[in-house]
C-alpha cells in the first residue's frame, strides 16, 4: 500500500517562503510520477507541479517562477520549494503519486493520480 506524508507547511507572512515535503512509502512498482496539488477554502482542487520517475518537470502556468518540484529518488521524498508567497497561495497542499505510465509531460490533474498524501495547511498572512 503506497503511503503519503507531507510535511512543512504553516503559516508564514506573505513574501516568504516555505519548503513542503511528502514522505512516500510502499511503491510496488519502480517507476512512479508524484505531483502537488492545493485546495483553497471554497475552491476546486488544482495542479501545482509534477515531476515523473526520470525527473521531468510540470508545472502549473500561474505556478512557474515560484515554486520548485524537486525530489530525493534515493529516500522517496518529494518537495515543494515555495517562494515569494502571496496570501491567494493559502491552500491545503497535497502530494500524490501514481505508476509512471511514459506520459510526457507528467500529468497533472488530479484523476491521473491513484495515491494521495493528507494534506498539509500553508496559510500566508500579509
Known sequence: QVQLVESGGGSVQAGGSLRLSCAAS???????????FRQAPGKEREGVAAVD???TTRYADSK???FTISKDSAKNIL?????????DDTAV?????????????PPLRGSDFHYWGQGTQVTVYS
Do not use: F, I, V
Open 93 to 105: 497542499y497535497y502530494c500524490a503519486a501514481e505508476e509512471d505510465w511514459g506520459l510526457e509531460p
Open 53 to 55: 520517475s526520470d525527473g
Open 79 to 87: 518537495y515543494l520549494q515555495m517562494n515569494s508567497l502571496k496570501a
Open 64 to 66: 512557474k517562477g515560484r
Open 26 to 36: 510502499g511503491y510496488t512498482h519502480s517507476r512512479y510520477s508524484m505531483a502537488w
